[in-house]
């Protein structure tokens, strides 16, 4: 349990060092980190269809500056591996994985402290002009800044996930079932919070569709999931604001000899 605790802690730093040192890469958001456990800890597919369903409930969370939300990266491995390790049902994990998420970051908000402490240490290089050593102190001051977050992944996946386990069989069973239904529901609270921000009304026909054809055809979700790609695809690009759709507006005026009813009308 120590390798594998210190494998998941490794996942931690290597996931946000490749976010914070390289162009956005996503790298730590669950719908990466949840297969990459699954991966590293033999069951990919459990690791995919968490990392699906978290990425679902943290998709409307941006950590940005100094005002984070949820530690997700975290509650995700730790989550990812409390199921294949520990026996935890899908349901369980997911519910499990908010309070983590909160958990995790309290100990994240030593690396802002961290960060002001080691500062002066690049600006240093860059003084004396040594790039390669401003490269390589810049590296191990990032890795020091995410210790407090991989260093709580560790402790909770060595000392937790037995202790989780044993909890959760001294529940009552309709504590169990309660927990359940609290994580089966979560992603859908986290796609309705999603959409309450995106909602308008030439959202609601494609939504409404959507619903009925899920409900009526019984299709796969895969399938499904490539139609709804194409469709916003092709409203992008011919009803949207792609180039598409600029080149049909433009060509559409120069059609009507320049006349555009908003400019005379509001004239």
Partial sequence: ???TAMMSALVYEVAFLMNNLLPNTLAYRPIVVGPV???LLGDLTTGIILGAALEVIFLGIVNVGNAQGADFTGATI??????????VTHEEAIALALPIAAVIEVFRSFDGMIGDLLNPLPDKALKKGNQFQYGLVTFISTCIRLLPGAIATFFAIYFGGEFVRSFMDAMPDFVISGVQAFGAIMPAL???MMLNLLWNKKMAIFFVLGFFVTIYTNL??????????TIAVLDYFWFGDGPKSNNNNNNMDETNGGFNEEENFLS
């Avoid at 730790?78 to 026996?87: D, E, S």
């Avoid at 796969?220 to 790609?229: Q, S």
């Fill in 220 to 229: 796969d979700v895969l399938f499904l999931t490539i139609i709804a790609v």
């Fill in 78 to 87: 730790i989550a990812v591996a409390f199921v294949i390790l520990n026996g």
């Fill in 1 to 3: 349990m120590f390798w």
């Fill in 37 to 39: 456990m699954g991966l």
């Fill in 190 to 192: 986290g796609m309705a």
